[in-house]
C-alpha cells in the first residue's frame, strides 16, 4: 500500500513539474488588431473548475512586416471578471517600454511571466500596445475558432485604459491566447486521495479468498 502512495506521489509531482497539468487554456491562432484610439482590448476565458495559480502567458502578436525593427510600449494586464464577464479588478499587470521587434518573426507569441497569480476558473487577459515606432499590428484579427484546451467566453475593449468603461464585442474577435497555470495544492491532495482509493480497491480485489 506504501508504495502504491509513494507512486502516486511521485507521478503527480512529475505531472506538476513536467507541464501535463500546466497549459489549461490556448487558442492556436490569430493576433491582436491595435485599433486607431490604441484601445485595451482583453479576452475573457475559462480555465475550469476550481482555483489556479497563474505562472505564463502569452499572446500573439503581429508587427505588419518582418522588415520593421522598431519599438513599441506593451503593457499586459489579468483581470477578475463580474457576473457579466467584463474585466474588474486588477490581478497583475507588467509594461515593457520600448520592446524591440527587431528579432522577432512578423507573427510571434510575445509571453510574460506572471508571479503564481491565484484566479478563479473565469479571467480577462488585455494587451494595450501604445507609442509603436513601426508599422505595427496593422491587419485585421483573424478569428482562431475554437480552443484546443480551455474555453472562450468573450471579447472585451475599453477605448479609454484610464477608465474602468469596458464593453463586449461580438464572439469570433478574440484572439491568439495561451494560458499556463496549475491546480492549487488542495486539488492535487484530492488527487492522491483518489488515486489511493484505487489502489486500496485493487488490493482487496486481489486479496486471496
Known amino acids: 500500500m506504501k508504495s502504491h502512495l509513494c507512486g502516486a506521489a511521485i507521478l503527480t509531482l512529475f505531472m506538476i513539474n513536467s ?14 488588431s491595435q485599433t486607431s484610439s ?11 473548475p476550481g482555483p489556479r495559480s497563474l ?10 512586416s518582418l522588415s520593421n525593427t522598431g519599438t513599441i510600449d506593451i503593457r499586459f494586464s489579468l483581470f477578475s471578471v463580474d457576473e457579466n464577464d467584463i474585466p474588474d ?13 527587431a528579432t522577432v518573426d512578423s507573427t510571434y507569441w510575445y509571453s510574460m511571466d506572471i508571479p503564481n497569480v491565484e484566479v478563479s476558473n473565469r479571467i480577462a ?24 484546451i ?5 471579447f472585451v475593449q475599453r477605448n479609454n485604459p484610464s ?38 480497491r485493487r488490493k482487496r480485489t486481489l486479496s486471496p479468498g
Do not use: M
Not at 505562472?55 to 505588419?64: D, F, I, Q
Open 150 to 154: 480551455g474555453s472562450y467566453v468573450q
Open 55 to 64: 505562472t505564463k502567458a502569452e499572446v500573439l502578436l503581429s508587427k505588419g
Open 89 to 101: 479588478s486588477l490581478l497583475f499587470s507588467r509594461f515593457d517600454d520600448d520592446f524591440s521587434v
Open 125 to 148: 487577459l488585455a494587451i494595450h500596445i501604445t507609442d509603436q515606432q513601426t508599422t505595427f499590428l496593422s491587419n485585421s484579427i483573424i478569428s482562431p475558432g475554437d480552443p484546443t
Open 163 to 200: 477608465t474602468n468603461f469596458w464593453f463586449s464585442l461580438p464572439v469570433g474577435n478574440n484572439f491568439g491566447l495561451r494560458v499556463t497555470a496549475v491546480p492549487e495544492p488542495n486539488q492535487f491532495a484530492f488527487c492522491l486521495l483518489g488515486v489511493a482509493g484505487c489502489c486500496c
Open 19 to 32: 507541464g501535463w497539468a500546466a497549459i489549461v487554456y490556448d487558442t492556436p491562432d490569430g493576433f491582436v
Open 38 to 48: 490604441e484601445a485595451e482590448i482583453g479576452n475573457v476565458i475559462e480555465l475550469g
